[in-house]
């Protein structure tokens, strides 16, 4: 497998895509597009809030038959909390895009993002679904932007791998997710298109499968949104014969997928509002892998472990006590606790106690933008790396601060 | 029953304090003592984090026979993650007060609070023991004091009541708590002296119950500490007949230990590390108690409704996204969230939609030092208040911000 240079959701064959400014948003894009030039088999992953956007249930009814071909994304309003007029506003988003597109609106999918409980203003959108449609191209960059909310930076990523049988497939997507992150499936938003031949079934898989190891390690403040989606297209332009089993090609597809999906969920905790620092957090050595991301999540989530780290401190008894609250049961005294960068590694806490290190050292380590917290709890052979970053001032001003 | 002005730990019958600073702070107090005049029937109730500070294994034991006669509390180091070692200096504290109090090392209960991983300094701790015995008196002042870590202010209080045989009965006081708090039990600690002639059983049963309703509802910044501990001591002075069963003077008690920790209870929320509101979060016609609870505690926990306090938002959005990550099952579509204060109240969200609301009234509500927030699930009998507090660029200063 590779990563391709500039890769983008318009990477794999036979896929465009667009976007606009139609005045949701001030002057920023906030309308996009996503197309394959042919019908594909679809899945998609939801949020767990039992609050959920509007757009999560037309979506999942357009995806009862495991096919679609396009989806239309709005940014600046989250669709959210509209009662009945939100679900006819996301129907009508995908009517109003299937003219221009010639498509039945079942075979578009709906996602929105942005501020909760306000109605959609959907003349805006319809008024602009011409100008999206026209502006289809396999230039990504416009509908990288246009999904973003309170994100500093366009999140585009594409692969490639070869099969047993030849053929080369790529799969490309674009994401967005600053804030109101806890994805369980996790607003995250994480379009993914694919010109693998693949059956409903075993895509549908393969994302779940990719999501949990991926999207759904990632913590920034721990507010798993009421939006949170990952959809994935697969329009069987690479040629291959369709996949229908789990064999070697099955697996190639889940370990690209999942290494695609492992690229964007960092990016998305590394780009957490206000973060200065990724928090890589690994739990080995586990009874079990959910008690490993369970032990895990606890410590990205944990606030006073995030404020050590924006304050580069190397406080390993928060990370204890966050350990000590999650519910699961170990025992203190056969664990140990690490920190590392790239360079450098430092053992802090051993067998139930701290131990004397280097400050200088530790230092060098906690200033980095990427800093590895690694735990062995010693008592089994699972591990799982979770994600999430560090909790700064302008976290608080970006969520409290009205005056700025 | 009635409050009483500028009452705490040693306005109980028989009850004495002193507070010294032994060196393990700067400069201000940093070790407590807290004594009755005969012994007492006791209890406690203790952090439920896996990993805990070496005090509560010593203080357990000390209470297995259910009697105590003293506590001694140091500030300024948690003795937690010492190993073997910590559990030793946690004995010495009791077995060194023990001579100057002419008590039983088994008769002394031992607190710590403070920073964890930092072995013990016994020494300053044996060296002030005998200026801590000298400096009992009615004078809760120091003691008080001397128990604070990042508190802003002393947190003592009192209470009266008249059981139905006559006997004036008195409970008092001193607690501390301000980050690292999510007590479950709950580093919060609370030390409460009563004259009551209880049964041991029905002591540590009030105390717990009424634990479950106080301190175990609240949440500064979701860190259960690894120190949690309350205390309490009855030393018998009212003169009544021991309470033996949960008859009418049992529940007269009940009622007023649970009153008076609430009172400490909203004081510790309320000064959480860099707070500059209180929020109190009331979810009631829920399915059940523990419902209620779990709804309510996601709310407070949430570090987007806890900026948007900050920043004095009726933002119901965030609260709904909050109650729906919760893990509890409910209809969004049925419940109504509402803002209030002390003068007024507003409604901003009914039956799945948000509702239109005027916008100065509820700046009037959201700038009080004292936020509710109620939300009617409409779907049982059941409620809770839960207590928490806003997320301010305080928290991430006093917590991460080292240079400062």
């Known amino acids: 497998m590779k990563i391709i240079e500039n890769g983008s959701i318009t990477t794999p064959k036979g896929f465009k895509a667009s976007g606009v400014h139609c005045g949701l948003k001030k002057s920023k894009k906030d309308l996009a597009l996503i197309y394959s030039e042919v019908k594909c088999n679809a899945a998609g992953v939801y949020t767990n809030n039992i609050v959920k956007g509007a757009p999560i249930y037309v979506t999942k009814e357009h995806l009862k038959d495991g096919t679609a071909q396009a989806i239309i994304i709005n940014s600046g309003n989250a669709n959210t909390c509209n009662g009945e007029i939100g679900i006819q506003d996301a129907k009508a988003m995908a009517y109003f895009a299937s003219f221009d597109l010639h498509l039945k609106p079942e075979d ?20 602009s679904c011409s100008k999206l449609a026209l502006g289809l191209s396999y230039d990504s960059s416009d509908a990288a932007s246009a999904i ?23 799969i490309g997507s674009i994401c967005k997710g600053s804030g109101m992150i806890e994805p369980n499936m996790g607003t995250m938003l994480s379009f993914i298109s694919t010109d693998i031949n693949i059956s409903k079934n075993l895509l549908n898989e393969a994302l779940k499968k990719s999501v949990e190891k991926t999207y759904n390690r990632i913590s920034v403040d721990g507010d798993t949104s009421t939006n949170d989606m990952v959809l994935i297209l697969a329009n069987k332009l690479s040629g291959n014969n369709e996949i229908t ?3 070697k090609d099955y697996f190639l597809f889940l370990d690209a997928l999942t290494k695609l999906n492992l690229i964007q969920a960092k990016r998305i905790a590394s780009d957490g509002e206000g973060a200065t620092k990724l928090i890589e957090c690994t739990v080995c050595s586990a009874p ?3 008690d490993a991301i369970t032990l895990s999540k606890s410590v990205i989530n944990s606030s006073l472990v995030k404020t050590a780290i ?7 008894g928060r990370i204890l006590c966050a350990l000590g609250y999650s519910k699961i049961n170990f025992n203190p005294n056969k664990i140990s606790v690490s920190f590392k960068s790239t360079n450098s590694e430092i053992e802090v806490y051993k067998e139930g106690m701290g131990l004397k290190f280097n400050e200088t050292k530790a230092k060098e380590i906690l200033i980095q933008d990427t800093i590895e917290i690694i735990i062995n709890m010693n008592s089994g052979n699972s591990s799982a790396t979770c994600f999430g970053c560090d909790l700064t001032y302008d976290y608080v001003k970006i969520n409290g601060d009205y005056r700025s």
Chains 1, 2 share one sequence.
């Open 108 to 127: 578009i999918l709906v996602a929105s993002t942005g501020i909760i409980g306000v109605p959609l203003n959907l003349k805006l959108i319809i008024n």
């Open 148 to 170: 973003l909310t309170t994100d500093t930076r366009k999140k585009e990523c594409a692969v490639s791998f070869t099969l047993s049988t030849g053929e080369e497939v790529k």
């Open 245 to 247: 089993e789990k064999n």
């Open 288 to 290: 079990s892998v959910t």
């Open 310 to 316: 924006f304050g580069s401190d190397a406080n390993w």
